[in-house]
């Protein structure tokens, strides 16, 4: 999916797809108002008209192109946080099966791009203060800790840029 599609603000002929497992583009709703940033804006932060991702949201206006750089490189975990919101508010949201299905896929994707981060991002079970629980995670809980994993990305590479300006 290339990446200026995706984050178009047209219709791409005339359809919005909400099926993770279609390979066509789908239109945001929302997209963060930070330029070419590839998550959609969740947040609405009242100073300005535009909507931000959780990213964006009360950064330095200065920070906006480090963080969605950051973003950008990482956009194998970003697109399955999107294609996981897609599928879990969309059309099959409410089909097991099909959760199922995207949730494998996602991770069938995302596998062979993760590299020495893959034991963090693999999905397992459910942790509780960092600790492996007995309950499968589920598709929305892998979803949300990829969500945290680039956060943690975002703030290590402020910390790095932070360091490198004393």
Partial sequence: ????????????????????????PARMRYPCAANQCPMPGTIFPGNT??????????????????????LLDWQCVTSEINAARRALTGESARD????DAAFA????????????????????NIRVRGVESR???????????????????????LTKRAGAAR
């Fill in 1 to 24: 999916m290339a990446r200026k599609e995706f984050n178009d603000h047209e219709y791409h002929g005339g359809r919005v797809t909400d099926d993770p497992l279609d390979d066509k």
């Fill in 49 to 70: 008209r535009s909507w931000v991702c959780v990213y964006h949201c009360n950064a330095h206006s200065g920070d906006w192109p480090r963080i969605t750089q950051i």
């Fill in 105 to 124: 896929a996602g991770w069938q994707r995302l596998e062979p791009l993760a590299g020495d981060w893959a034991e963090q991002l693999r999905p397992g």
């Fill in 96 to 99: 097991p099966v099909a959760i």
């Fill in 135 to 157: 309950h499968r995670e589920s598709y929305g809980d892998w979803a949300n800790r990829l969500t945290e994993f680039i956060g943690g990305r975002v703030l290590d590479g």
